[in-house]
């Protein structure tokens, strides 16, 4: 039903976008990149520090308009942290 809406899209490459798609990172309530408890656990090469850990907290830049609706955000960190 959130297809079409604006603010249920983020502006990301097609690795972060897959990578968040599969729940493997997701964004805060200040749009702070956050990395699965598995996929810190599972990768350990340097592919994922380069591309991922190091960006780790990083803040996603807002866009000018059609802000990400937080409330989904807020399910999608859910679903990925399992509470």
């Given at each position: 039903?959130?297809?079409?809406?604006p603010a249920n899209g983020l502006c990301l490459s097609a690795t972060y976008d897959a990578a968040f798609d599969r729940h493997l990172i997701t964004f805060d309530e200040d749009l702070r990149l956050v990395l699965s408890p598995s996929l810190k656990e599972?990768?350990?090469d340097a592919?994922?520090?380069?591309?991922?850990?190091?960006?780790?907290?990083?803040?996603l830049a807002r866009p000018?308009?059609?802000?990400p609706d937080?409330?989904?955000?807020?399910?999608?960190r859910k679903s990925l942290l399992g509470k």
């Open positions: 039903e959130h297809r079409m809406n599972h990768y350990t592919a994922f520090k380069k591309y991922f850990l190091v960006l780790e907290g990083q803040r000018t308009k059609f802000n937080a409330t989904l955000l807020e399910y999608h």
